[in-house]
């Protein structure tokens, strides 16, 4: 995708890069390439590789104008501070989740300062209990209390202990309680299209969706650089509802030999410390994967000339509704890592699910 990085509103720019109070410049998106074929999206995939699909989606976006309309309700609602579980006991949720899903409780996620609230279901078959303990948690994508961003995460069991891919049933019905409170979802794993793509890309006769996120990227918002790595999932296909985001997206590999092209060219007396661990590149890979990586966030989160740097590089995308990314989570060594910034001046949809194999 041809993004061209600008210093200012006066210089070109037409799309201003912030989040969470850090400017980090302008962008120009100067050119949407065509839609890869099938060959060169699996190429591009073995090669560890993000994967851009642009407006793939398109086509069955006005189906699901209302869905989305709906999704937007809910966000803004669950922002203002009314509480998830008594929402999604109001219309239209609550028809949509019964006879199948029984809200059983609710928390309030004191432990978790990014927490608001998670809400509990059993999914019922007649009249046995098919799975249990699935869950809905609103959250905040960051500490400032100044931007609105927001993730409605789907999953199962004790968050952050569970090994979700050893219970691939419960995995499924937490699916099934995505598209229940969040229809729009057939978009990805309803398109003929996109499944048969995926389905050639990872070489397997069908996949499934597991551990869905619907993201909300207000302004000023997004996700720092991370990764999204998790046993038993091969990577993670992300498509815009509405609105649009900034990204960049690359290997690991790649962001550590961007990072050391930076850094050569950068003063000698700029990055003392980062320069150091660098030197080490197997000390300075077991870094980044350590949750507290403050050296290297100050160059990767919060350098507007990094960022410049990687912009440069060809690892910018700017998604559109209807856009797909699609990104390689299969190992730590080799994941794309990836940093999302809400463009415009409404918070927009998007929705995150990671791909698993069958058969």
Not at 21 to 33: A, D, L, M, T
Not at 168 to 187: G, I, M, N, Q, Y
Request: a negative charge.
């Amino acid at each position: 995708m041809n993004v061209r990085y600008l210093p200012s509103r006066e210089a070109g720019g037409e799309l201003e890069l912030v989040r969470r109070g850090f400017e980090y410049g302008w962008i120009k998106v100067e050119g949407r390439p065509p839609m890869p074929s099938a060959e060169a999206v699996k190429s591009a995939w073995a090669r560890d590789e993000a994967v851009f699909l642009p407006g793939l989606l398109a086509g069955v976006l006005p189906r699901f104008k209302q869905d989305i309309a709906q999704a937007h309700r809910l966000m803004e609602r669950t922002r203002a501070g009314e509480g998830l579980s008594e929402l999604l006991e109001e219309p239209p949720y609550a028809e949509r989740l019964q006879p199948v899903f029984d809200l059983s409780g609710s928390s309030f996620e004191e432990h978790d300062d990014q927490g608001i609230e998670k809400v509990y279901f059993d999914a019922w078959q007649d009249d046995d209990i098919a799975a249990d303990n699935l869950w809905c948690k609103a959250s905040w994508l960051s500490f400032d209390e100044e931007e609105g961003s927001l993730r409605f995460r789907f999953s199962f069991g004790l968050e952050g202990y569970e090994d979700v891919a050893a219970d691939p049933e419960r995995e499924l019905w937490a699916a099934r309680l995505t598209d229940a409170v969040f229809p729009e979802s057939e978009a990805v794993t309803g398109h003929a299209g996109l499944n048969a793509l995926l389905a050639g890309m990872l070489d397997c006769p069908g996949l499934a969706f597991a551990e869905r996120i619907v993201y909300f990227n207000a302004p000023n918002g997004g996700a720092q650089m991370h990764h999204d790595v998790e046993r038993g999932h091969d990577g993670v296909v992300f498509a815009q509802m509405s609105g649009a985001t900034f990204w960049l997206a690359l290997a690991k590999p790649r962001l550590m030999d961007e990072i050391d092209a930076f850094l050569a060219q950068a003063p000698a007396a700029d990055w003392a410390a980062l320069r150091k661990l660098a030197a080490d590149r197997q000390a300075f890979s077991a870094y980044l994967d350590d949750p507290d990586h403050e050296l290297a966030e100050q160059l990767i989160d919060r350098s507007p000339h990094f960022f410049r740097h990687l912009i440069g590089r060809g690892y910018a995308y700017v998604l559109e509704p209807g856009d797909v990314l699609l990104m390689p989570q299969l190992a730590l060594d080799t994941c794309v890592w990836h940093s999302v910034i809400g463009l415009g001046e409404e918070a927009g949809e998007g929705l995150s699910f990671a791909l698993t194999r069958l058969g």
